[in-house]
């Protein structure tokens, strides 16, 4: 998956390049549609993790507001838990936060209004639409993938297994 975004993405501002194949273009737009699921959910348990790991903001505020006060109370609170404690909250977090995702792929997955199409869409010529939904792979069945691909987090959310069959991943 790696390798595909790498031959395809020419910069680093989003500007990609359409793969003449149609089965590379699906691969791709689903790749590129996982990079992106798993950066937000990186985003957010870096968010959660700060909270738990620090009892003070990288940056102090400047002023006391709402803001101010829900980092005070999240950090105040979770300062006062034991390492054990803490673990099982962020382990509490991680399965949230992947079972939602999960269901919302699923969802996609199962939508029966219609089917899901990516509009990909290079800088230097038009966009082109991609159906990433399909009857045969579902999307939610690649969020393990897409984890330990994308994620710096994979280690604590996703098992790789190894056998005579292959490589498989699921969510722990």
């Known amino acids: ?7 395809y993405l020419t910069s680093e501002f989003g500007d990609i390049e359409i793969p003449n194949d149609e089965e590379e273009k699906i691969k791709l737009a689903r790749a590129l549609v996982g990079l992106s ?12 993790k700060d909270y738990i790991d620090n009892d003070k903001p990288k940056k102090p505020f400047l002023r ?13 609170t979770f300062s006062k838990l034991d390492n054990e404690t803490k673990e099982a ?3 509490l977090i991680h399965s949230t936060v992947t079972g ?15 089917e899901l199409i990516l509009s990909l869409k290079p800088k230097s010529v038009d966009k082109t639409e991609i159906k990433i939904s ?21 280690d604590d ?9 292959g490589t498989s991943f699921h969510l722990k």
Do not use: C, P
């Open 64 to 76: 006391d507001n709402e803001l101010s006060r829900k980092d005070k109370f999240f950090r105040d």
């Open 89 to 91: 909250v962020l382990k």
């Open 100 to 114: 939602v995702v999960f269901s919302m792929l699923t969802n996609f997955d199962q939508f029966d209004f219609g």
């Open 157 to 165: 959310l996703v098992a790789k297994e190894e056998n005579n069959l």
């Open 134 to 154: 399909s009857d045969l792979d579902d999307l939610h069945d690649e969020l393990s993938e897409w984890i330990y691909t994308f994620s710096k987090f994979k």
């Open 1 to 7: 998956m790696q390798n595909l975004i790498a031959k």
């Open 37 to 48: 699921i798993v950066n937000r959910l990186d985003y957010w348990l870096d968010y959660a």
